[in-house]
């Protein structure tokens, strides 16, 4: 059964616990920031800040909504960075987590490309090149960082102590999402980000403003692959394509516009 | 639920009981893979925290109190995590507790961990005039210490005030403590300042 | 705490004003929101910045800094007014029948008894306190008569109408009507209401007014005693309870016991006859005192010497406290000086003066985990250490997991905490620096000195054979309190004695070290959650003071036959026969001497059992500046004060040289309030933290916020670069732009408030401006706080 992660934006206190804890558990240094006028350094992910709080002030009439958003890989169901990949280093596993074998990885960088929530980030690698970095949601195939391969949350949802993060069966979470909404009329939106956007994701989000408001892309699957189709030489990049998505073009599930 | 099993349990929800509220028992309990319900996979040899040795402790920052689980390998910090059977933070923990290895063991850019180079180690002496800090022992630190004490309070002491009180007190020396000790060394120090007829005590409390 | 963190989850209502869990207790906010879910708490936020936890409120209500008397009394107002309070519980737990002598008056904002004694202007208490039949106390049941507590609080509240508390506060008024009829509404029985505070409520020149005020409003609501309820103080640091609990304060000794002072206790039988009253839980001080006294000099204590009451130092009748150490350290007065794990160069108010006071000292001791600025305060930029004098001895400490001990959190729970991991280099725990420093100190005084006796004989053998470390079980045995015949510990604060047959280091924390019989551990160790209640009580985890109850004045839970007024959130109930009880009881429940159950009539006429009278004060004769809170403004304010032509509250605390600098009142060179907080990425001076790389890549740098309104009119963009001055300095740092702050209405002329962390200083990792450069040296006369919250500053782009 797949995995996922429901997060309640309802719930979030905006404390970034979640970032230290996955530098905590993944061994990753501190970043060298500066002043940030809205509180929330590192202004963007990097190779060792794999997840971040962003912060958004959300003004309606009079009233003032502060918002505070937690973004990592969304582990797609059907990533578009496993489907730019060159080298087969990207994987989506069974279980949810999409992870990616750093002995393989050539450093293409397709992957950024591809990936509508432009999550993937490098490192130098052994040889020269880059190396992709990025949340595997605490699972490690060789086993030292492995967290949900031995039935715990990932290290973020842990920390959380705002109970915003819940970590489960992702069509279990789906219904605790629909529940939640149902439970709090005019709590929230009526829409689970990533139920269906992007052909669906492992992180789901619920939230009580617009998730166009709070930055989320509502993008196709196909337009990820698309940008990472765009630096191939066409032929190659054409050939690709029909080999592996001959007839699924039509399917594509496009990111649908929510429901708030 | 015995202790290991409620834990592991917390652990695989993230949260506690208390955030799946809205599903039911039935629910809850497929929500928990068959591995979980028993017992974690034995570790691989490859695993973080394989070696490390789990210690209790209460977060050392604001007033409520965590608890945290410190994992250590030999003198070194290898993991913070909150401590899920403490019943006010339930596992979870803000960013200055999930931070506390920072204050011993940092991860450096090769995201190996090694002892915090900005803690100061050393007994230090500043001179009269002095530009740079000195390295000492304790021994001498303590003594030159005790000497100073001893000549500042003889020097300044009040057996008695202008109405024959008996006050034993010194004035020229003052001591502002921390809320960062523990009950113990508070007592300790209180006491002894006391009994050296101090009276200028201060700590955070006031501030 | 009057309660506990968990307990905020059984509140119906919770007010949350001068604190911001969500940035500062974010284990009390997810208790908040814990409560939010399960049962609907409303939560409302007052603060003068939008915080993360307004963020979550149900109504956020702005009010100016340093107005929160106002805002309070408006509520009692409201309450009074639109009869919401808890009759019964006021008419039997408070003293709000009580009579006070006919002589009290409130005029121009002054009370009666007021008269300049000494250049100070000081009240003579006379006619503040009740009136009485011999030692009877005078009371109507009926709080009718005109002099009854009741009639004078409310003739007091009426003039803090809603519109005039609004036009003090800036609070728009359909706001401020919310607050007022959602909080009001848990007057009624079976309803909780809870109120958070923290430094917003206390960093004032009248702080404790402003706590007696949060009190006042829950006795009048019923919400002192109950699950769900209370006034809950979070607390900054991790043992800010426990060191006050120690008496790392130069006006008490451990466990509250008012320090010995030469003016009014000569001798061991004056300060027994004179602070002990004859009535309530205190009328036992006698063998607190004694059982201190035992425990420090042991056998050389006797009935004959006053238990070498004359070794213990003796006040001077003057403050001791922060400010005015720093006073006399600038005069000269000081020559030696511990910083003792504190960093006043950061934390303390004009911390730029009390920088250049070090350098008057000779000798300066500091222990600490980093070089804090305090320590480096020789090499500060602008000073020139060739001239300063000072020497200075840095002792490298052990951190928090790098030793063992017990720490007490804001809910007065002491937890044990084990050791992880050695301290680094030559690094010491406390505890080890104490013992050797004090061996040392003995050592010097072996070969004579100045009155050796207190020193040479005070019970100090914590040696523990094989470790280098004093034995902890020893210090924390003593502190318990022991039988001294047999050394076996104590298992509650009713066994000690004041015949010296007793030692007790710490009287309310008796019982932490007695071994619990069913899990075999010491009180302090424990780690059992149960919790049969289901309130969140959790009795075998840990040990909480006084003898394990968690919720304190829980008589009150019940009304005087012993009914809770909440039969889902019951602490103690009397079921005809006998008292069932999910918490400890907070009152004599059964007879100590046969055993025998006490009926809910004696109880319930003295339900607050520390207080000689028995009852919450709603009129309080024990504070220096009033009986009652009154609105003044703070001693930098924009405006005149519109209630009294005080316009200060006329005892605050002012100081002397380079700490006197203050701002005139709506002074045109610094027109805009400047208040202080914190964040969640650092803690308190950011000595650990802004060493501690995660949090600094978190938050980096100093910066002070400031309203886009403000901002525009000043040319100031987000980042840049710009310098807050006050009377006392001016600090740059990086502009803050967002919408967490807004000009407010004060009585019709729209003020600007900025705002500005304190965590950063010249040191460390992360470093920056100190905004304590800015803040001003005066205090509230009861507690000698100083007043951060609320100062006047003018910000100009660098």
């Not at chain 1, 992709?132 to 973020?156: E, N, S």
């Not at chain 2, 003594?143 to 309070?153: F, G, L, P, Q, S």
């Not at chain 3, 509404?185 to 909780?192: K, Q």
């Not at chain 3, 709603?618 to 003044?632: I, Q």
Request: glycine share 8%.
């Amino acid at each position: 059964m797949p995995k996922g992660v429901l997060v309640d934006l309802t719930k979030c206190i905006g404390c970034r616990s979640c970032q230290v804890a996955c530098k905590q558990w993944n061994d990753l240094p501190a970043e060298t920031e500066y002043f940030a006028n809205t509180w929330d350094t590192p202004i963007d992910t990097t190779d060792n800040t794999w997840t971040r709080v962003k912060y958004y002030f959300i003004q309606e009439g009079k009233e003032v909504k502060w918002r505070f958003v937690k973004r990592q890989c969304m582990h797609c169901l059907r990533p578009a960075c496993v489907a730019v990949c060159t080298s087969g280093a990207l994987i989506k596993t069974p279980d949810g987590p999409v992870i990616f074998d750093a002995r393989k990885c050539t450093g293409c960088t397709y992957c950024f490309s591809a990936c509508p929530f432009g999550m993937p980030r490098y490192t130098s690698g052994n040889w020269g090149g880059v190396v992709l970095q990025k949340c595997r949601f605490c699972f490690d195939t060789q086993g030292t960082y492995d967290r949900i391969g031995r039935g715990q949350a990932p290290a973020c949802v842990r920390a959380c102590p705002a109970g915003a993060l819940l970590f489960g069966e992702r069509d279990l979470l789906l219904k605790e999402a629909r529940a939640r909404i149902a439970a709090a009329p005019g709590g929230y939106v009526n829409h689970i980000y990533g139920e269906t956007e992007l052909g669906g994701t492992s992180w789901l989000y619920l939230a009580d403003v617009s998730f166009h408001d709070l930055g989320f892309p509502f993008v196709s699957f196909l337009s990820g692959v698309a940008a990472a189709a765009t630096r191939w030489t066409p032929v190659a990049a054409g050939m690709w394509f029909v080999s592996k998505y001959r007839g699924e073009a039509a399917e594509d599930v496009t990111g649908r516009e929510g429901g708030e | 639920m015995d202790k290991v099993n409620r834990r592991e349990f917390l652990k695989y929800l993230g949260l506690g009981m208390a955030a799946l509220a809205l599903l039911d028992e039935a629910e809850l309990a497929t929500a928990l893979p068959a591995a979980e319900k028993s017992t974690t996979p034995a570790a691989p040899a490859s695993y973080k925290l394989r070696r490390a040795k789990e210690t209790r402790s209460i977060c050392p920052y604001c007033g409520c109190g965590c608890g945290i689980i410190l994992f250590s390998e030999g003198n070194r910090v290898v993991y913070v995590e909150g401590d899920p059977d403490h019943p006010i933070n339930e596992g979870t923990a803000c960013p200055k507790g999930i931070a506390l290895s920072d204050v011993n063991t940092v991860v450096n850019r090769s995201r190996k961990r090694t002892a915090s180079s900005a803690r100061f180690t050393k007994v230090l002496y500043r001179r009269p005039g002095g530009q740079y800090w000195e390295e000492k022992d304790w021994d001498w630190a303590l003594r030159e210490i005790a000497k100073r004490v001893k000549k500042t309070r003889d020097s300044t002491f009040e057996e008695k005030d202008e109405n024959g009180v008996v006050v034993n007190r010194t004035q020229a020396i003052a001591h502002l403590g921390s809320a960062s000790l523990d009950n113990e060394e508070n007592y300790l120090l209180h006491k002894m300042l006391r009994g050296l007829g101090v009276i200028n005590i201060d700590h955070h409390a006031r501030l | 705490m009057t309660n506990h963190f968990i307990d905020y989850k059984n509140s119906d209502v919770v007010l949350v004003i001068g604190a911001n869990p969500a940035e500062c207790h974010p284990q009390a906010m997810k208790w908040i929101m814990r409560g939010k879910a399960a049962r609907g708490t409303k939560l409302l936020v007052v603060d003068p910045r939008f915080t993360k936890t307004a963020a979550k409120a149900d109504v956020y209500a702005p009010l100016r800094p340093g107005t929160d008397i106002p805002f309070l009394l408006g509520m009692m107002n409201y309450a009074i007014q639109h009869n919401l309070y808890h009759h019964d519980y006021v008419v039997n737990y408070t003293n709000a029948s009580y009579l006070v002598d006919k002589g009290f008056k409130i005029e121009d904002g002054l009370f009666s008894g007021g008269g300049w004694k000494d250049g100070k202007f000081t009240y003579d208490t006379k006619t503040w306190q009740y009136q009485k039949d011999g030692d009877v106390i005078k009371k109507d049941p009926t709080l009718k008569d005109p002099n009854c507590v009741f009639q004078i609080l409310k003739k007091h509240l009426s003039r803090y109408d809603i519109k005039t508390v609004c036009k003090i506060t800036g609070t728009p008024e359909d706001l401020y009507r919310k607050v007022c009829e959602t909080f009001c509404a848990t007057g009624r029985p079976g309803r909780a209401g809870n109120i958070i505070y923290a430094m917003g409520i206390t960093q004032h020149t009248y702080g404790a007014q402003n706590v007696r005020a949060t009190a006042m409003l829950q006795l009048l609501l019923g919400n002192i005693g109950i699950a769900g309820g209370g006034v809950n103080a979070q607390r900054g640091e991790s043992n800010v309870q426990g060191s006050t609990d120690m008496a790392m304060l130069y006006h008490l000794l451990p466990g509250y016991l008012g320090m010995v002072d030469a003016t009014k206790h000569p001798t061991l039988k004056d300060y027994i006859e004179k602070e002990t009253p004859k009535t309530g839980y205190w009328s036992n001080k006698p063998k607190f005192l004694i059982g201190l006294l035992k425990a420090w000099y042991g056998a050389k204590a006797t009935k004959e010497n006053d238990f070498c009451y004359d070794w213990l130092p003796k006040l001077d009748g003057k403050d001791h406290s922060h400010m005015a150490i720093f006073e006399m350290m600038a005069e000269g007065k000081i020559k030696g000086f511990f910083a003792w794990g504190q960093n006043p160069g950061v934390g303390g108010p004009s911390a730029a003066a009390e920088l250049k006071a070090m350098e008057n000292l000779e000798w300066m001791v500091v222990v600490d985990l980093f070089e804090t600025e305090t320590a480096a305060f020789w090499k500060r930029p602008g000073a020139n250490a060739k001239e300063i004098k000072t020497e200075v001895f840095f002792l490298p400490a052990a951190f928090s997991y790098e030793k063992e001990g017990t720490v007490t959190n804001s809910g007065r729970w002491l937890q044990y905490r084990w050791k992880a991991v050695e301290p680094p280099g030559e690094a010491k725990s406390d505890l080890w620096i104490a013992d050797r420093l004090f061996k040392a100190i003995r050592k010097e005084y072996r070969r004579g000195g100045e009155f050796p006796d207190p020193i040479l004989n005070l019970n100090w053998s914590y040696d523990k054979p094989g470790s280098e470390e004093p034995d902890i079980d020893k210090v924390a045995l003593e502190i318990n309190g022991y039988t001294v015949a047999d050394g076996k510990a104590l298992a509650s604060f009713a066994k000690l004695a004041d015949d010296g047959s007793t030692a007790c280091g710490c009287w309310i924390h008796c019982g932490y070290w007695a071994v619990d019989p069913d899990l075999k551990v010491v009180a302090a160790k424990r780690r059992d959650r149960t919790d049969k209640s289901g309130l969140g009580l959790y009795p075998k985890w840990s040990f909480a003071w006084p003898v394990n109850r968690r919720i304190v004045y829980n008589r009150c839970s019940c009304d005087p036959s012993g009914r809770p007024w909440d039969p889902s959130r019951i602490l103690v109930a009397w079921d005809g026969r006998k008292w069932v009880a999910n918490d400890v009881p907070d009152f004599g429940a059964t007879n100590p001497q046969t055993g025998a159950q006490v009926p809910p009539e004696k109880s319930a006429a003295a339900p607050f059992i520390m207080q000689p009278e028995g009852v919450g004060r709603l009129f309080a004769a024990g504070l220096k500046d009033g009986p009652l809170p009154e609105h003044y403004e703070p001693v930098e304010s924009p405006v005149r004060n519109i209630m009294s032509s005080q316009q200060n509250n006329p005892l605050t605390t002012r100081r002397k040289g380079d700490f006197a600098k203050v701002a005139t009142a709506a002074s045109p060179e610094y027109p805009y309030i400047l208040t202080t907080h914190r964040l969640i990425e650092h803690y308190q001076s950011g000595a650990v933290t802004r060493n501690c790389p995660w949090l600094v890549e978190l938050m980096p740098d100093m910066f002070v916020e400031l309203s886009p309104q403000l901002a525009a009119k000043l040319g100031i963009k987000a980042g840049d670069a710009v310098v807050v001055s006050t009377t006392r300095g001016a600090i740059r740092c990086k502009a803050c732009v967002l919408p967490t702050l807004r000009p407010l209405k004060v009585n019709g002329r729209e003020v600007e408030i900025v705002a500005m962390p304190w965590h950063w200083g010249y040191q460390g990792l992360g470093s920056g401006s100190s905004a304590n450069y800015l803040t001003a040296s005066v205090g509230d006369p009861n507690a000698n706080i100083p007043e951060y919250k609320a100062l006047l500053c003018n910000v100009r782009k660098a």
